[in-house]
T-cell receptor, first 111, second 113 residues
């Protein structure tokens, strides 16, 4: 069955540095991948979508890459700020109409 | 303002007492879905709906029912809640089931004693 893995350990990073998160998947070849941000007690908020034919996507200080050979997506937050502290989720569409989420990686940006 | 509204935000109930969590979206979205989120297990899909009167099971449908009589509403029904259904529930909607981003509600924290 399809499996999505994100680093469950929290990522502690100093303000101004780049945070890099990993999303690995197995047994699947998705046509796209999405990234969401979730703050405590709130619903996830969509950030970026990257398609299989796109190597890289950017939005302000966010950058996502998608390597279909490695079955991996990297999510970068450049010039990180304390307000970027949250949990970041990757999501893939397995077979059918169900978007499946990874467990998320918590990011803590220290001033 | 485009949004997905869930009610209630918090709910404490007892085993076996039927309850309904409401979900409404004002974006004319065709696709709606319910998720539950538990520590260490992440977001898991309960049910989804492609359109009015079309619903299907997600990964963890046992103990839940849904209905989609109108496009904007997608209530989640627990006929006989049990303590293992204590969780944080999210409703979400999107334009379609393709690559459209999901819009989530703010969640319902349910405790079943």
């Amino acid at each position: 069955s399809q499996k999505i893995e994100q680093n469950s350990e929290a990522l502690n990073i100093q303000e101004g540095k780049t945070a890099t998160l990993t999303c690995n998947y197995t047994n699947y070849s998705p046509a796209y991948l999405q990234w969401y941000r979730q703050d405590p007690g709130r619903g996830p908020v969509f950030l970026l979508l990257i398609r299989e034919n796109e190597k890289e996507k950017r939005k302000e200080r966010l950058k996502v890459t998608f390597d279909t050979t490695l079955k991996q997506s990297l999510f970068h937050i450049t010039a990180s700020q304390p307000a970027d502290s949250a949990t970041y989720l990757c999501a893939l569409p397995p077979a059918g109409n169900k978007l499946t989420f990874g467990g998320g990686t918590r990011v803590l940006v220290k001033p | 303002e485009a949004q997905v509204t869930q009610n209630p935000r918090y709910l404490i109930t007892v085993t076996g007492k039927k309850l309904t969590v409401t979900c409404s979206q004002n974006m004319n979205h065709e696709y709606m879905s319910w998720y539950r989120q538990d520590p260490g297990l992440g977001l898991r899909q309960i049910y989804y709906s492609m359109n009015v009167e079309v619903t299907d099971k997600g990964d963890v449908p046992e103990g839940y029912k849904v209905s989609r009589k109108e496009k904007r509403n997608f209530p989640l029904i627990l006929e006989s809640p049990s303590p293992n259904q204590t969780s944080l529930y999210f409703c979400a909607s999107s334009q379609g089931a393709d690559n459209s981003p999901l819009h989530f509600g703010n969640g319902t924290r349910l405790t079943v004693t």
